[in-house]
């Protein structure tokens, strides 16, 4: 059971980044999803979920910026980040329940000003 992330990567305040989270040893259809960040120096952060339904919920520092979305064809989840700030800088982390928690690796996520 694995999650890996990847997209991250340095961008100018108010560019954009899509995160994706690929799935393997479990099928992510019945299960909630969730994105993670933790900026240097500060606790970890849920930002979005999606239910295995499709639904959607978002931390009020990134709502109508960032939008979560799954494949589940693709046993993937993506993270769509809009208008980025540098206040967005932090390693960025998927998530699920098994019931155990599920975490991937973290992908590095930098917003210069």
């Known amino acids: 059971v694995q999650l890996q992330a990847s997209g991250g990567g340095l961008v100018q305040a108010g560019g954009s980044l899509r995160l994706s989270c690929a799935a393997s040893g479990f099928m992510i259809r019945y299960y909630t999803m969730k994105w993670y960040r933790q900026a240097p120096g500060k606790q970890r952060e849920s930002v979005a979920t999606i239910s295995s339904g499709s639904s959607t919920d978002y931390s009020d520092s990134v709502k109508g910026r960032f939008t979560i979305s799954r494949d589940n064809a693709r046993n993937a989840v993506y993270l769509q980040m809009n208008s980025l700030d540098p206040e967005d800088t932090a390693v960025y982390y998927c998530?699920?329940?098994?019931?155990?928690?599920?975490w991937g690796q973290g992908t590095l996520v930098t917003v210069s000003s």
């Open positions: 998530n699920t329940k098994l019931p155990r928690d599920v």
